[in-house]
């Protein structure tokens, strides 16, 4: 065993492995017994594919080259691609229109609207009718674009809206019988997960909808995924008890099934979400996050009745239930995210698509201690902790590791304890790493989410602070080598840490805020008024979004920094990390800045990817003066 610092020990684990031989799974769905899934494919710049498996098991691409199967609604995407009996309809990211693919043959399906200004996404079979119902968004010669729930003919591609007058839509739903349709909408300056509406309407004969009927859902109260049982009950997720649980509708109100203290709905970042689905007209199958654990669980639809399905999954991101057959998209401790088929009863899991080829020796891996710890105004915070490890070092008698704080973006994303090749980077490395659910964080309840309510940028950074301060008081990590990095919402979290308290000693920002006037401002329809809520209504509140802002205290922040952005960045322009970094240098502050050509909000080529990691990893080791070891074991 080489004896040898912390942060300097050499590992198998590279970054070029992680970024060529791992894929973006997407949300995985059902067309009869046939399995489909997006996945992103970094080596292929990115290019999103739907992949189907066969009931004999056999794969097969569905969209070839040059096709991209992603969609810039919201600018978040998902919800890109629709099979049905064998078919595919999907949007190309290149132009945005909508294309049917079938035995090999790729045709349009909608017309070519200049610079990708009419968008489709969530999209449904309307089969009675002979048409798509999805939801749209028109950017054609308007200051903001208009969302909507349209119909588009399957014969001729010809738009007809159906519902309008709401900033947003979602989810829409057909009953079995196609006579009624249900979905959510919500308005500025809410986000779905703060609140949000159900409606249902009878659809006419010439596919008009009739009266909207209101089915849950206030300013106040968040819901999610409508969606029909097969003997046509109407089913929905609500936070109305401070929990999102489970409901049903009678037609005369609402009826809670298996109602608990967990979580049963997630953020809706992007469309194509769903975490319940029906085993048959008595079953429901359904996913919930419990202290940021989750679940799989069959519940009785008529008496609730709950019981856990045992898999090893401890994280799950996608679901899909169809005439008993189970799909997930998830994570084990040991197993990284990977497209799975879940025997209902067993919880027995087969995976058939793995987000990395990469084979990662057992004993490199770090297992997650779960942790909280006391943070700002007597309230808990909760974090994943890995510890270094690699058998083939060992540091100095006496020594402590660097910390890497991690803080996610959204900010209503949350940590997960399922394996994660990319957390033993850093620890088979010799650095220890807290991955921190904030206050904000989703997996917790509604008033855990609400804690950011006007406090982003302190409620997140005073978690971030108090994280690292509990594993130094423990005895865990050194208190003189603490780093914190994040992307997006994370990135302006690292930033504010920065500038704002005396922690940490270098960080790491991916496309980060760094001015929140100027992303209130500045930013696609989908986040324009998201910090009414986070920070306050803006221009009123526009002394706070100054105070708030890294961007305004340049001379607070005194440690390194580096940053990573998209040129195509249209959440986060780069514009944002360009002038942090030209104020840092302006003052003689050590900083690196890399701008990656045709990258947006998230990177998926893999050479940006493997280029982002290794200078991470240079910059800490400079700034620690850690100098990486010479000998490989």
């Excluded at 001379?555 to 952005?565: A, G």
């Amino acid at each position: 065993m080489i004896v040898e610092r912390y942060g300097a020990w050499r590992s198998p684990i590279s970054a070029e492995a992680l970024a060529t031989g791992s894929l973006r799974l997407g949300h995985a769905c059902l067309d009869g017994r046939d399995l489909y899934w997006s996945e992103g494919r970094p080596t292929e710049s990115g290019r999103q594919v739907v992949v189907r498996r066969r009931p004999d098991g056999a794969i097969e691409d569905l969209v070839p080259p040059p096709f991209n199967a992603r969609t810039r609604v919201h600018e978040y995407g998902g919800g890109a691609a629709l099979l049905d009996g064998g078919t595919l309809i999907f949007s190309h990211f290149a132009d945005q229109r909508l294309y049917r693919a079938r035995e090999g043959t790729i045709v349009p399906l909608t017309g070519e609207v200049p610079e990708s200004a009419l968008r489709f996404a969530d999209a449904i079979i309307d089969r009675a009718r002979g048409r798509l119902i999805a939801i749209v968004e028109d950017h054609r010669d308007r200051a903001e674009a208009e969302n909507a729930l349209g119909a588009i003919d399957l014969t001729t591609g010809a738009l007809t809206l159906l519902a309008r007058g709401c900033d947003f839509y979602s989810t829409p739903a057909l009953s079995p019988d196609g006579r009624r349709l249900v979905w959510q909408s919500w308005n500025h300056p809410n986000m779905p997960w703060d609140g949000s509406d159900i409606w249902v309407a009878d659809v006419g004969a010439d596919g008009t909808l009739g009266p909207h009927v209101h089915v849950a859902g206030s300013t106040e109260e968040a819901t999610f995924q409508p969606a029909w049982s097969p003997d046509g009950v109407l089913h929905f997720v609500s936070d109305r008890t401070g929990w999102w649980n489970l409901y049903r509708w009678t037609g005369a109100g609402a009826e809670p099934v298996a109602p608990m203290a967990a979580e049963f709905g997630q953020p809706q970042w992007n469309f194509g979400v769903r975490t319940y689905g029906f085993l048959d007209e008595r079953t429901i199958v359904a996913h919930y996050d419990r202290d940021g654990v989750a679940h799989l669980a069959r519940i009785a639809a008529d008496t609730g009745t709950i019981a856990e399905i045992p898999t090893d999954l401890v994280s799950i991101w996608s679901l899909a239930v169809r005439e008993g057959i189970v799909a997930a998209v998830g994570s084990s401790p040991r197993e990284g995210s990977a497209v799975v088929l879940v025997d209902p009863i067993s919880g027995a899991t087969t995976r058939i698509r793995r987000a990395t080829t990469l084979e990662i020796d057992p004993d490199l891996v770090s297992p997650a201690e779960s942790v909280m710890f006391p943070t700002a105004g007597g309230a808990t915070a909760y974090g994943l902790y890995y510890a270094p490890r690699n058998p083939d070092y060992r540091a100095p008698e006496g020594e402590r590791p660097p910390l890497i704080v991690m803080s996610h973006g959204g900010p209503t994303s949350a940590a997960s304890g399922g394996f994660s090749a990319g957390k033993h980077y850093w620890t088979s490395r010799g650095f220890a790493v807290l991955d921190v659910n904030y206050g904000g964080s989703t997996g917790y309840g509604r008033a855990f989410r609400q804690r950011l309510n006007g406090q982003w940028g302190v409620v997140d950074v005073d978690d971030c602070v108090n994280g690292a301060r509990f594993l130094v008081e423990r005895g865990d990590v050194d208190g003189g080598r603490l780093a914190i990095t994040g992307g997006s919402a994370g990135g302006f979290t690292t930033l504010a840490a920065l500038a704002f308290r005396k922690v940490f000693h270098v960080g790491a920002s991916y496309y980060g805020v760094s001015d929140l006037a100027a992303l209130a401002t500045d930013t696609h329809k989908y986040e324009s008024r998201y910090l009414d809520s986070l920070v306050g209504p803006y221009p009123a509140a526009a002394a706070l979004y100054r105070e708030r802002s890294p961007i305004f205290a340049p001379e607070r922040l005194n440690c390194p920094v580096i940053f990573f952005q998209g040129s195509e960045d249209r959440v986060v322009p780069p514009d944002q990390a360009e002038r942090m970094v030209a104020a840092l240098s302006a003052r003689g502050i050590t900083v690196e800045y890399h701008l990656y050509e045709g990258e947006q909000h998230g990177f998926r080529q893999a050479e940006n990817i493997r280029h982002a990691l290794e200078r991470e990893l240079g910059f800490y080791q400079r700034i620690f003066g850690i100098a990486p070891a010479a000998t490989a074991p």
